[in-house]
C-alpha cells in the first residue's frame, strides 16, 4: 500500500491578523528610522544601515505572510518598494560617511518624490481603502 500525503495550505491571514503584522513589521522600520534623525557623520551612516536592515527584514516578513485574497497585490508592492528603497539609501549613507551635507539636504527633500516610497504609499492607500487597518504605514 502506497501511502499519499496531502499538503494542506493554511488558511490566508484574516484582515485583523494581516494588518497586526504588517504593523508590528513596519514598528520596526519606523523605530529605526526615528533613530536616523539628529544623526551625521559616522552615526548617521550606521543608523542608515539600521533602517536598510530593518526595510529588507520587514519586506521578507510580509514575503512569508499568507495575506487575505484582496491584500496579495499591495503586499507584493509592499515587499518590492521597501526592498527597492533600502537599496536606495545606499547613496545618502555612502554620502553620510564622507560628511556630504549637501547631497543629505538634497536626498531627505526627495524622499517623497522616491519612487519606492510612491510605491509602498500608494500600496498603503490601497489596504486602507480595502478596510485594513495598518498602524504606521504610509503616515511617515
Known amino acids: 500500500v502506497v501511502g499519499s500525503a496531502v499538503l494542506l495550505r493554511p488558511a490566508p491571514l484574516t484582515k ?4 497586526a503584522r504588517v504593523s508590528a513589521a513596519y514598528a520596526e522600520v519606523r523605530t529605526a528610522f526615528a ?11 550606521a543608523r542608515v544601515a539600521d533602517a536598510q536592515a530593518a526595510l529588507r527584514e520587514a519586506a521578507d516578513t510580509l514575503e512569508d ?5 484582496d491584500a496579495e497585490e499591495p503586499n507584493e508592492e509592499l515587499v518590492t518598494g521597501m526592498r527597492q528603497y533600502a537599496a536606495d539609501l545606499d547613496p545618502l549613507r555612502e554620502a553620510a560617511l564622507r560628511g556630504d551635507a549637501a547631497f543629505q539636504e538634497r536626498f531627505n527633500r526627495s524622499v517623497a518624490q522616491n519612487p519606492a516610497v510612491r510605491r509602498m504609499a500608494a500600496a498603503a492607500q490601497d489596504l486602507e481603502a480595502k ?3 495598518i498602524e504606521g504605514l504610509g503616515e511617515d
Do not use: I, V
Open 35 to 45: 533613530a536616523t534623525r539628529g544623526a551625521s557623520g559616522s552615526t548617521l551612516a
Open 16 to 19: 485583523q491578523e494581516y494588518g
Open 131 to 133: 478596510g485594513y487597518e
Open 65 to 69: 505572510l499568507d495575506p487575505p485574497e
